[in-house]
């Protein structure tokens, strides 16, 4: 040191709990979705813009039954790109791009360490514009995250999807308000 004195900060950012974990926390409101065949409970989470985001529910059998070690997202992929390439649109793209699904396609298989498998889907219909190819390097993230970091994909829902989806928020009085803050 150099013999200055340092002087203590009055507000000890560090010790404070940010009031919300992930921006999804404060931006989306979360539906669960419940198992179909082959898969756990999942969610989705829906902006209020509409656009949503796919995963697995914190109550998916994977999140509690060892390490992920592998997520598929090339299932029933006959094409020679990837689903990940396919996916992802950027600049220009983002109008014309990405993959189109229903309420019920199955996105992405994801494997534990004990062999079992799931199926994701992705829980509404619309035009996936990113799948997280973070779960390509690291699988776990699903099981360790699966509401924050580790979700699967996001999704520009149909506008019949988003009314039904709009509907359903409603109907459960899950309604967030949007930020009023002055």
């Given at each position: 040191?150099?013999?200055?004195?340092?002087?203590?900060?009055?507000?000890?950012?560090?010790?404070?709990?940010?009031?919300?974990?992930?921006?999804t926390d404060r931006y989306y409101t979360n539906l669960k979705k419940e198992a179909r065949e082959g898969g756990g409970d999942q969610y989705l989470a829906v902006h209020l813009n509409g656009v949503s985001i796919s995963g697995i529910a914190e109550t998916h059998p994977a999140v509690s039954r060892?390490?992920?070690?592998?997520?598929d997202f090339d299932v029933g992929n006959a094409k020679s790109t990837s689903r990940v390439e396919q996916a992802v649109t950027k600049g220009k793209k983002k109008r014309k791009g990405g993959l189109v699904v229903n309420e019920s396609k199955l996105i992405a298989i994801i494997k534990n360490e004990n062999g079992d498998t799931w199926r994701v889907h992705s829980n509404i219909a619309g035009t996936i514009c990113e799948l997280n190819e973070q779960l390509l390097k690291d699988p776990d993230l699903i099981r360790r995250s699966p509401t924050g970091d580790g979700w699967v994909a996001i999704i520009i829902p149909t506008r019949q999807a988003t009314i039904d989806v709009s509907k359903e928020i409603d109907k459960q009085g899950l309604r967030k308000k949007e930020n009023t803050e002055e």
């Open positions: 040191m150099d013999g200055t004195k340092r002087r203590k900060c009055d507000d000890d950012y560090s010790s404070k709990k940010p009031p919300f974990e992930y921006y060892g390490k992920i070690v592998e997520v």
